[in-house]
């Protein structure tokens, strides 16, 4: 049987070492938007509507990010069984799970103005949906499962399916729809509008980073702390 | 070689897994009793309405059988989990994953027959014709049923050992099972309108695609998860 | 269309309350965890 190593105890993450970097993601964001606002006029079609793209689309790409990183580290998780693997995966689901429902609401504020309802079963908007469902299930695992172990290998095995299921449901989704319906237009995005778009991405890409960042030195100060009382349990056992 | 033993194992799990059903039998009377109560139910939502039944009875058919299936993946392991008998199962030679194609050959019998009931009931209830097409519709049960058994045994696996079982094996199964429930719907739906598109065909391929898909990677992790 | 400009400042809105909100869980999930470690420590080294 493999098993977490259980002599290795984790090292909490010095203290403020990524604060820096996220207030520079942030003001780096402020001024990302502020730019993009500013220096593109309105859209000939949609008017300031398509302002919203600019933080739409960076989110909705970025949520692709966050289920990367999840399949990547849980990956590693089963073949190197570093609890570090696991905690980063589950703190990049957790963010992108936010960021999924985060695109699925701007998706609406988009859809109501532009095609006159909250909701339309594109192949986007319910992939996206659905990739949501999966990482909420991905993070009420986490939850109901107590034993550190058995959390990561199982949650892993969760997040590799999950992300493995995303393009499949997209296609499944796509052919659904154009059998019967025909496809809602996608949003083109006009050229004088790429480095906005391009700046924001960037931004967004950045402030993923950090909170991912962030969310694993909390995960991991919190599971230092289990392995120094662990720790001292045993050695007070042996003494 | 290797293969014929694991084989042997696979066949033995599934075995005793029937077994064990057959003789209590009460699972599968009151699995099948609640899949036709729902069918029911779907009735009663989708009105007197004959020509609104005959559309809906697709869905219904498939959202029934997965409703009450869900029952039937938890109760795979519960009766091991009860009984002890998982740890000592896991002691014997062999890999893992021939206790997974048992549990899996099991689950299947298990649902087929549940489909079977739930097909003729909703033929009934929803004033649909045999199709002309039934051994195709066949086909489409075949398929659907795998990709359900496959990642229902499969998550059952690591939610029958959690806390809230009863919550978790539907939310993390039935996200995932939205590509093949998608597929197994549009392809009855076609053979029962007379397959006039010719896209049943199209959405069995996909469907044996997904199938292939999930087997293969659920074979993969098996492993990680029954030893966790 | 001028209503367009609500549902766009909407957006932006939902954008910034989901980074501060989710910000200030963060700070406060590292605050317990620091907590609990310093805890964890104290009692370490008392034992």
């Given at each position: 049987m493999t098993s977490v190593n259980a002599q290795t105890t984790l090292q909490a993450p010095a203290q403020g070492r990524s604060t820096g970097f996220g207030w520079f993601a942030v003001l780096f964001l402020i001024a990302a938007q502020v730019t993009a606002i500013v220096?593109?006029?309105?859209?000939?079609?949609?008017?300031?509507?398509?302002?919203?793209?600019?933080?739409?689309?960076?989110?909705?790409?970025?949520?692709?990010?966050?289920?990367?990183?999840?399949?990547?580290?849980?990956?590693?998780?089963?073949?190197?069984?570093?609890?570090?693997?696991?905690?980063?995966?589950?703190?990049?689901?957790?963010?992108?799970?936010?960021?999924?429902?985060?695109?699925?609401?701007?998706?609406?504020?988009?859809?109501?103005?532009?095609?006159?309802?909250?909701?339309?079963?594109?192949?986007?908007?319910?992939?996206?949906?659905?990739?949501?469902?999966?990482?909420?299930?991905?993070?009420?695992?986490?939850?109901?499962?107590?034993?550190?172990?058995?959390?990561?290998?199982?949650?892993?095995?969760?997040?590799?399916?999950?992300?493995?299921?995303?393009?499949?449901?997209?296609?499944?989704?796509?052919?659904?729809?154009?059998?019967?319906?025909?496809?809602?237009?996608?949003?083109?995005?006009?050229?004088?509008?790429?480095?906005?778009?391009?700046?924001n991405l960037t931004a967004v890409l950045l402030l993923t980073i950090f909170l991912i960042w962030r969310r694993y030195e909390a995960a991991l100060t919190e599971r230092a702390a289990e392995h120094v009382l662990q720790t001292a349990a045993l050695g007070g056992a042996n003494a | 070689m290797a293969f014929r033993d694991e084989w042997a194992r696979a066949r033995a799990v599934a075995w005793k897994d029937l077994t064990t059903e057959r003789r209590s039998k009460a699972g599968f009377n009151s699995v099948a009793a609640l899949a036709v109560t729902i069918l029911v139910l779907f009735g009663f939502a989708l009105g007197p309405d004959t020509?609104?039944?005959?559309?809906?009875?697709?869905?219904?058919?498939?959202?029934?059988?997965?409703?009450?299936?869900?029952?039937?993946?938890?109760?795979?392991?519960?009766?091991?989990?009860?009984?002890?008998?998982?740890?000592?199962?896991?002691?014997?030679?062999?890999?893992?994953?021939?206790?997974?194609?048992?549990?899996?050959?099991?689950n299947f019998v298990f649902v087929a027959l549940l489909m079977a009931i739930v097909i003729v009931v909703s033929l009934v209830l929803f004033h649909v014709a045999v199709p002309a097409a039934w051994p195709m519709l066949?086909?489409?049960?075949?398929?659907?049923?795998?990709?359900?058994?496959?990642l229902g045994t499969f998550y059952a696996a690591m939610a029958s050992r959690s806390r809230a079982r009863e919550v978790l094996l539907p939310l993390l199964l039935f996200p995932m099972l939205v590509p093949v429930l998608l597929a197994a719907m549009q392809a009855t739906k076609a053979i029962l309108d007379g397959d006039i598109m010719h896209e049943a065909g199209a959405w069995i391929s996909l469907l044996v695609a997904f199938d292939l898909i999930f087997l293969i990677a659920t074979f993969f992790t098996f492993d990680y998860v029954i030893e966790a | 269309m001028p209503e367009n400009i609500y549902f766009v400042t909407a957006a932006y809105v939902a954008t910034w309350l989901v980074i501060i909100g989710y910000l200030l869980r963060l700070r406060a999930l590292m605050?317990?965890?620091?907590?609990?470690?310093?805890?964890?420590?104290?009692?370490g080294a008392a034992s």
């Amino acid at each position: 049987m493999t098993s977490v190593n259980a002599q290795t105890t984790l090292q909490a993450p010095a203290q403020g070492r990524s604060t820096g970097f996220g207030w520079f993601a942030v003001l780096f964001l402020i001024a990302a938007q502020v730019t993009a606002i500013v220096i593109s006029p309105p859209d000939r079609d949609m008017g300031d509507l398509q302002k919203i793209m600019y933080v739409h689309f960076p989110v909705a790409l970025n949520t692709f990010t966050c289920f990367f990183v999840v399949l990547l580290f849980s990956v590693r998780f089963l073949w190197q069984r570093r609890e570090q693997d696991d905690l980063l995966a589950a703190s990049a689901a957790e963010v992108g799970t936010i960021m999924t429902g985060l695109t699925l609401a701007l998706g609406m504020l988009w859809g109501r103005p532009a095609w006159g309802v909250w909701w339309v079963w594109d192949p986007r908007l319910t992939s996206t949906l659905v990739l949501f469902l999966i990482f909420a299930g991905y993070l009420a695992l986490r939850e109901f499962v107590e034993d550190p172990e058995r959390r990561g290998v199982w949650s892993a095995a969760v997040g590799i399916l999950g992300a493995l299921n995303v393009p499949i449901v997209y296609m499944s989704v796509r052919w659904w729809r154009t059998l019967h319906q025909v496809q809602s237009s996608p949003s083109t995005v006009d050229p004088s509008y790429v480095i906005g778009i391009r700046l924001n991405l960037t931004a967004v890409l950045l402030l993923t980073i950090f909170l991912i960042w962030r969310r694993y030195e909390a995960a991991l100060t919190e599971r230092a702390a289990e392995h120094v009382l662990q720790t001292a349990a045993l050695g007070g056992a042996n003494a | 070689m290797a293969f014929r033993d694991e084989w042997a194992r696979a066949r033995a799990v599934a075995w005793k897994d029937l077994t064990t059903e057959r003789r209590s039998k009460a699972g599968f009377n009151s699995v099948a009793a609640l899949a036709v109560t729902i069918l029911v139910l779907f009735g009663f939502a989708l009105g007197p309405d004959t020509e609104a039944a005959r559309a809906a009875a697709p869905g219904a058919l498939w959202l029934s059988a997965l409703f009450a299936g869900v029952l039937a993946f938890n109760r795979s392991y519960q009766v091991e989990l009860d009984g002890g008998a998982l740890e000592p199962l896991l002691l014997y030679p062999g890999a893992r994953r021939s206790l997974f194609a048992g549990k899996l050959m099991a689950n299947f019998v298990f649902v087929a027959l549940l489909m079977a009931i739930v097909i003729v009931v909703s033929l009934v209830l929803f004033h649909v014709a045999v199709p002309a097409a039934w051994p195709m519709l066949l086909l489409v049960v075949l398929f659907g049923t795998i990709g359900l058994v496959t990642l229902g045994t499969f998550y059952a696996a690591m939610a029958s050992r959690s806390r809230a079982r009863e919550v978790l094996l539907p939310l993390l199964l039935f996200p995932m099972l939205v590509p093949v429930l998608l597929a197994a719907m549009q392809a009855t739906k076609a053979i029962l309108d007379g397959d006039i598109m010719h896209e049943a065909g199209a959405w069995i391929s996909l469907l044996v695609a997904f199938d292939l898909i999930f087997l293969i990677a659920t074979f993969f992790t098996f492993d990680y998860v029954i030893e966790a | 269309m001028p209503e367009n400009i609500y549902f766009v400042t909407a957006a932006y809105v939902a954008t910034w309350l989901v980074i501060i909100g989710y910000l200030l869980r963060l700070r406060a999930l590292m605050a317990r965890a620091r907590e609990s470690l310093a805890h964890a420590n104290a009692s370490g080294a008392a034992s």
